[in-house]
């Protein structure tokens, strides 16, 4: 239900940066969308088109949906980060050990989610850092960055699997406000912040110049490296957020948790719209990358297929979607 | 065949009327280019001239939109890149476009590889690779030695031997002593001759006059995309005919002139001995509200890097810039840009603009807090001030969305100034303002940038164009060599004397090399 009120939003947004192509770009989403829907309904019914199902399509989306937002940014402002699943993974581990988890037995439960955001951040600003000052290439500065942070995050955790016992913890983010469940609250207020952020601040159209013309960027006075380091230090925040969101779903801190979540994250904006190259980016076209992945994900658990199957279906969308993607570029020039 | 004698042999190549027109900008507009057999043809122009886009034509890595290419007396269309190197034509890159991870064999036979069933024959090549560098008088270079690990010289040479491996009868170099020391250059003219007396043709591109003198048979000069001088001998033509030919000494009215007094109060920018090594030293100059100084002076001369340090983009290695009193972080753009300077790069679409963005937004890059409270946008306040710049420097089309990449050459530059006129800079910055801007637009630039000084911006202008210095500036400094060789009121010196300056400097400048030699 949220997912179809959301396309409402498109005609206002289409326009930006990518022109009247926008809306054509945007509808192709929506006609995939509505596609798979049509697809579940066929195949599942009333088991798909039920508003349980829905709220589980978001459930799922939810996580993988806030690093994705924060994946937008950086491969607008011309960059990649394929550490978002390492940093996942050690937010949530740093939020869980018995140290934290008696402080916040002392000063509650908040200690915890900010803790993951801080160690979310901090691994974007060595990112950015790393990128921006170091002049390493983004591809190789957070590949290390993977490496690294999921190691850390095993000999923290000693390999083990961390409970989360604060009851305050998951009472809140197990909440269903209105019925509907906090994580997925979570997502729709990250969306809403990222698409304001990049569509509506100063913030967002540097972002923009820095990936569509560096030197441009840099000629008309913007301070590029330091914009990038914010760029990669908000995706950090973003995958701390979501460690939060994964530990309330979990009930755990784990060094697994998150694995391979920086291709369905750079998968998720690619098929949005984002161009890989940078300059152009939409958070609304990300939204629906996110959701298409995790409708499939769901009409084919539904309809008792293999998750290998899932994969195959995927890297099609994928490559469909890219090529579409060049079609548009093409005919632009 | 070895006959470089005067007597005319027919033409092997013969390009006629052609051009090449890319989005929003025709890059050759009738270009006649006719070379013979066994010649070394020089290519001259200025920076955006053309050579480039007429190389890539040759080349095959163009197709042209209009004129005739004859081949040995056929007509012959260079598709693709893989139908110029049948036909004959090898071009060696000013960027050699070499692989550094693969042998110098494995370069040289790149494409066309000696090969049985897919199955390289690495022996074959290797000794068809050394007689190919032995022919070239460097039987030094190993043929399995890798490229990666060669000077430019040697690359230079790996490229050379590539063209001969194709039997080319044309060949084509960028630029090729641009990366060369004095002994290294010596070397590929010997190279250069020796193609020439086996009977091979070479197209050679250059912005070093001297070397022209010494290695060229015929020139042809272009300027704007046009042939404006061809079958010149290239030992005989003077330079400064060359340079007016280059430039284009065409004195006209389209300089609108000051029409009121300078003020007597302080300088608005003050650079004071700025220098950086093996660039440029000692440059001083003030500039009042509503001055223009204009830095003049031939293509490397220094000039580019001058401005570009005053903006910040270099850094310093000595001197200082002060703006309004207020001395500027050394090698810092965001310092620049906030003490009031502006800048309109040379490249306008690398440095200046974002190509596939709207117009609006182009013009409101510099000036984006300004529209902001907590950095929130305001888009509708953003977007009307944007256009009213738009309008007041006539873009056309009058459309604040239009995607920049679609507009013309003048109509760009149109946003750059736009972009600082939004900012209402204090100081601005001008790098070669009417380059790829046809004759039209140019009189709309010059008349807007007459306007911005009678506002009471001071403003520093670079050109290659001499009359377009000296039609817009109250002052001009010669610059030769990355020094200040004149500096003195524009109404009191003409193109010519400009010329002699620089000239002067140069022939100095050749004797102490003559002489340390």
């Known amino acids: ?333 | 065949m070895t006959s470089i004698t005067a007597m005319p042999t027919p033409p092997l190549l013969e390009m006629r009327g052609i051009v090449k027109e890319f989005p929003g900008v025709r890059a050759l507009d009738g270009v006649d280019l006719v070379v013979r057999p066994g010649e070394v043809h020089c290519l001259l122009g200025q920076n955006g001239a053309g050579k480039s886009t007429l190389i890539k034509v040759l080349s095959g890595a163009h197709a042209v939109d209009d004129g005739s290419i004859l081949w040995n007396g056929e007509p012959i269309s260079f598709a693709d890149p893989q139908a110029a190197l049948a036909a004959g034509v090898a071009t060696i890159y000013q960027e050699l476009d070499l692989i550094d991870g693969l042998s110098v064999a494995d370069n040289i036979f790149l494409g066309h590889e000696k090969a049985r069933g897919g199955i390289t024959r690495d022996a074959d090549m290797n000794r068809s690779a050394r007689e190919l560098l032995k022919t070239l008088g460097h039987p030094e270079i190993r043929p399995t030695r890798e490229v990666g690990s060669l000077s430019s010289a040697g690359k230079q040479i790996v490229s050379m031997a590539r063209a001969l491996s194709r039997r080319a009868q044309i060949i084509v170099m960028d630029e090729p002593s641009a990366v060369l020391d004095p002994d290294e250059v010596d070397g590929l003219f010997r190279v250069i001759g020796d193609l020439r007396s086996s009977g091979a043709a070479i197209i050679y591109i250059s912005h070093r006059l001297e070397e022209i003198r010494r290695i060229g048979d015929r020139l042809t000069v272009l300027k704007d995309g046009k042939t404006v001088a061809s079958d010149l001998p290239a030992r005989d033509t003077s330079t400064a005919d060359l340079i007016k030919l280059m430039t284009g000494a065409t004195v006209s009215s389209i300089f609108p002139r000051r029409t009121t007094g300078l003020p007597e109060v302080r300088p608005l920018l003050s650079v004071a001995a700025i220098g950086r090594d093996q660039e440029f030293d000692d440059v001083s100059f003030d500039v009042r509200p509503g001055e223009i100084i204009g830095l003049a002076g031939l293509v490397g001369a220094g000039r580019s890097e001058i401005i570009e340090t005053i903006f910040g983009a270099r850094k310093a290695a000595r001197g200082t810039v002060t703006v309004d009193g207020k001395r500027l972080r050394n090698g810092s753009v965001d310092s620049a840009v906030e003490s009031g300077l502006g800048l309109c790069p040379e490249e306008r679409k690398s440095q200046g603009l974002i190509l596939d963005d709207a117009v609006y937004r182009n013009i409101s890059l510099a000036s984006l807090d300004r529209y902001a409270r907590y950095g929130i946008s305001s888009e509708g306040s953003e977007r009307r001030a944007a256009h009213a710049a738009a309008r007041s420097v006539d873009v056309r089309p009058d459309d604040p969305d239009r995607i920049i990449r679609t507009l013309s050459g003048g109509n760009q530059q149109k946003v750059v100034l736009a972009r600082w006129l939004l900012r209402s800079c204090k100081v601005l910055l001008l790098d070669e303002p009417t380059r790829g801007v046809d004759v039209g637009a140019r009189a709309e630039i010059y008349a807007l940038i007459r306007e911005l000084a009678d506002s009471g911006v001071a403003l520093v202008i670079v050109s290659s164009d001499i009359d377009e210095v000296l039609g817009l500036s109250d002052r001009v400094l010669v610059i030769a060599d990355g020094r200040v060789v004149h500096d003195g009121p524009s109404d009191g010196i003409d193109a010519s004397g400009v010329l002699d300056r620089i000239l002067a400097e140069h022939d100095t400048t050749t004797d102490q090399k003559g002489d340390a030699a």
């Not at chain 1, 008696?102 to 993951?116: E, K, L, P, R």
């Not at chain 1, 997502?187 to 967002?204: I, K």
């Not at chain 1, 908000?234 to 009930?251: K, P």
């Not at chain 1, 949005?272 to 995790?294: A, N």
């Open chain 1, 1 to 333: 239900m949220s997912a179809t009120d959301t396309s409402t939003t498109l005609p206002s947004t289409a326009g930006r940066g990518g022109g009247s192509l926008g809306v054509a770009r945007n509808l192709g989403l929506v006609i995939a969308l509505v596609l798979l829907c049509v697809v579940g309904i066929i195949t599942s019914g009333d088991r798909f088109a039920s508003t349980d199902n829905m709220l589980t399509i978001l459930r799922l989306a939810a996580v993988i949906g806030v690093v994705s937002i924060g994946m937008t940014f950086v491969i607008t402002g011309g960059g990649i980060d394929l550490s978002v699943g390492a940093i996942v993974a050690l937010s949530s581990v740093w939020a869980t050990t018995t140290g934290t988890q008696s402080m916040a037995d002392d000063f509650g439960w908040i200690v915890m989610v900010f803790s993951a955001v801080i160690v979310g951040t901090a691994c974007g600003v060595v990112n950015g850092v790393l990128i921006a000052y170091g002049k390493i290439v983004p591809f190789i500065a957070t590949l290390a960055m993977l490496a690294s942070a999921r190691g850390l995050a095993e000999i923290i955790a000693d390999r083990k699997t961390q409970i989360i016992t604060d009851q305050g913890f998951t009472d809140f983010f197990g909440a269903e406000p209105l019925g509907i469940p906090m994580i997925v609250i979570i997502f729709a207020l990250v969306t809403l912040v990222g698409w304001f952020l990049l569509n509506r601040t100063t913030f967002g159209r540097r972002t923009f110049a820095v990936g569509g013309n560096p030197e441009a960027a840099r000629l008309a006075g913007i301070k590029v490296q330091r914009h990038t380091v914010y760029l990669y230090a908000l995706l950090g925040t973003t995958c701390g957020i979501a460690a939060v969101m994964l530990m309330s779903r979990t009930t755990t801190g784990s060094s697994t948790h998150g694995l391979g979540y920086e291709l369905d994250a750079i998968a998720a904006v690619v098929i949005g719209g984002t161009l890989l190259s940078g300059g152009r980016g939409t958070v609304i076209g990300t939204l629906f990358g996110v959701i298409i992945f995790t409708t499939l994900t769901n009409v084919f658990t539904l309809n008792n297929l293999s998750t290998s199957a899932q994969a195959v279906a995927k890297g099609v969308i994928i490559v469909v979607a890219v090529l579409l993607q060049q079609r548009i570029a093409d005919r632009k020039t």
